[in-house]
């Protein structure tokens, strides 16, 4: 029968071995969502627009006063803002994304599959990943045009980017959670939005945390983004502080360590 | 390689969510080859059936098998036999049709070449050639089911769930999707359909499983079912209210039973076949009553489950 719908030979003799199966259908998930963004690249934007909008506003309104020349304070300013990309860049697509999956049926489809629950959630994550790399590539080219000048090593700088882009992944999986739990990919938006607030402006991000008046300075001391920021600032610039460093990667472990278990919980259960 | 004769079984599956039983005590089966309608209002459990079933849900108590595999000890062999459709189409409407159908492929563990041929083959089959490369949200709702149809036979499963796969449709579009359903059957694929149209499951399936509140309440052939509730129902109008009586009296001494009154201008009666149709037509044309309604047709699922049950479905009573 030549049009036959599903001929007899079954799925198990014509596919091949599935080792390593999940790293490669984690691949294949990840391109789903990188076409996916190509096509729809609102999300991604906002990741860059935002960042980039609030570089420009703070700087002319905060450079004068707070440094006294633009130029030096964008030396200050510029670090804060490519921790902020990298964070939004997680915090506002993978989140909304697998809820709108769980949503209109086609995690249905997916669980139904014979491949491992984790790989969507993987395959999203690996995404985002790429997402960091382009918002923090095109902020680095923001920032040079308006000023500013890497005063470290390369290999600095690269360590840099690479502490934003590893918290901005590990933060990415409270909103994987927050994804899976929520009702709506609106409340997963809100709570983004909600959070973006005190997470990323309650931080060093605009000033030293010591000129923020009192409430705020206690919050901004222990805001895991203000050790982000501060580690970054200083690699930028030169003058590589060990402390903020080592508490960036200490509450990017913990982050990864409670979040990630409880997103793959929650998501691969079954009523 | 199948194990049994039995395409899926399920036998006193019980499913709670919470206080609700969705489910309470369902058996139904299909043989290999079969299509099995599971036939029930909204609300009856069917959704709750099929994800037990494509090993989404995990059944409270019961026996679940499918392709012979039990779906409690061995989910994962189950998925590689089956595939599902759900209530609402799951394509991605950012991707083209091909894409999403690569997709699938490429995660059923074909390799590259061999995930674009079956798209290819797939997107020929539902007539989806021309706009293979378009992304799904330009298709029209009949474009996305038979995409989802399609995404579900990449992996040539052996057993296909169906969850209200003609929501939306209209008439054409709905024999199309009709004429695949059967095709699939006559490959030799076992289908569990749901639907709440009693017309599609008597157009479909070869066996008819009723549910209403998680419990079967009948089950047998098309021919059985519609024996139980009469078959068919005359609807009729009388051009003018003053004859309701003398053609109300028609209908009962021919059809052998009162006609149901109850939305005042009509008069509404199952019978057994259409003799009985003509012979009322030609008493009433031999009385000189006009007509400005008359209709013969299969029972709506409200009067089928008035017969089964004695009692409207929980919607018909609210719409009250
Ligand atoms: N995840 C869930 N949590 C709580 N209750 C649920 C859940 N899923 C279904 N139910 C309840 O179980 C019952 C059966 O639902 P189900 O979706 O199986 O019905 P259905 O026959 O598919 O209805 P419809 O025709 O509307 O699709 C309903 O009362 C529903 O509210
Ligand atoms: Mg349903």
Redesign the pocket.
């Known amino acids: 029968m030549t049009t036959s719908l599903s001929d007899t030979r079954s799925l198990s003799e014509t596919a091949r071995p599935s080792r390593f199966g999940i790293l490669r259908h984690s691949v294949v998930l990840a391109q789903r969502s990188l076409a996916k963004t190509s096509r729809n690249p609102g999300p991604i934007m906002n990741g860059i627009i935002t960042p980039a909008l609030f570089m420009v506003l703070f700087l002319y309104l905060f450079g004068r006063p707070v440094a006294g020349t633009t130029a030096e304070y964008l030396q200050y300013l510029f670090p804060g803002i490519l921790v902020m990309g990298a964070g939004l860049a997680g915090m506002i697509s993978t989140g909304s994304a697998i809820n709108l999956d769980l949503k209109n049926g086609v995690t249905d489809r997916f669980r139904s599959l014979p491949i491992s629950r984790t790989a969507p959630l993987l395959g999203s994550v690996l995404a985002d990943i790429l997402r960091y790399l382009i918002a923090v590539a095109v902020l680095f080219g923001i920032g040079a045009l308006l000023g500013f000048r890497i005063q470290g090593s390369a290999l600095a700088a690269l360590g840099a980017a690479g502490l934003a882009i590893m918290f901005g992944f590990c933060l990415s999986w409270l909103m994987v959670f927050i994804g899976v739990l929520v009702k709506s990919a609106d409340a997963v938006l809100s709570f983004s939005f909600i959070a973006f607030l005190p997470l990323q402006l309650g931080s060093s991000l605009a000033a030293p945390i010591d000129t923020l008046p009192g409430w705020l300075h206690a919050w901004a001391d222990i805001n895991p983004v203000t050790h982000v920021m501060n580690a970054c600032r200083a690699l930028l610039n030169g003058t590589p502080d060990n402390g903020s460093i080592g508490l960036t990667l200490l509450w990017s472990a913990i982050l990864f360590v409670v979040f990630c278990p409880l997103a793959v919980r929650a998501y691969g259960r079954q009523? | 390689m199948i194990v049994g004769d039995l395409g899926f079984e399920v036998d006193g599956l019980i499913?709670r969510?919470?206080r609700?039983?969705?489910?309470d005590g369902v058996s139904l089966a299909a043989p290999h080859g079969q299509v099995l309608g599971l036939l029930?209002?909204?609300?009856?459990?069917?959704?709750?059936?099929?994800?037990v079933l494509a090993t989404l849900l995990h059944p409270d108590a019961g026996q679940v098998r499918v392709a012979g595999i039990d779906v409690r000890q061995d989910p994962a062999r189950v998925r590689r036999r089956i595939a599902l459709s759900g209530?609402h189409t799951s394509v991605d409407d950012e991707l083209s049709g091909r894409s999403n159908l690569v997709m699938i492929g490429r995660l059923l563990d074909l390799g590259r070449p061999d995930a674009r041929r079956r798209a290819g083959e797939l997107l020929s089959r539902f007539g989806l050639d021309d706009a293979a490369d378009r992304p799904v949200a330009t298709y029209s709702g009949g474009m996305r089911r038979r995409l989802d149809l399609a995404a579900s036979l990449v992996g040539r499963p052996e057993v296909v769930f169906l969850?209200?796969p003609s929501v939306g449709l209209d008439p054409g579009k709905r024999d199309e999707l009709w004429q695949m359903i059967r095709g699939l059957a006559q490959d030799g694929v076992t289908v569990l359909l749901?639907t709440?149209y009693l017309e599609e499951a008597d157009a479909l399936a070869d066996a008819i499983t009723v549910?209403n509140h998680?419990r079967v309440i009948a089950s047998g052939t098309p021919a059985d079912l519609k024996r139980e509730v009469g078959g068919h129902t005359i609807v009729l109008r009388p051009s003018d209210l003053s004859d309701l009586d003398p053609a109300a009296a028609i209908v009962a001494r021919v059809a052998g039973r009162e006609p149901d009154r109850s939305r005042r201008q009509e008069l509404i009666v199952p019978v057994a076949g259409d003799a009985e149709f003509f012979e009322i037509t030609a008493q009433l044309r031999g009385h000189g009553i006009d007509v400005s309604e008359l209709a013969f047709r299969l029972p709506s699922l409200d009067e089928v489950f008035l017969s089964l049950t004695g009692a409207p479905t929980a919607d018909a009573k609210d719409a009250v």
């Open positions: 009523e | 499913k969510f919470g609700t039983t969705a489910v029930g209002p909204n609300g009856a459990g069917k959704t709750t059936v099929i994800r209530q969850d209200e749901t709440q549910i998680g």
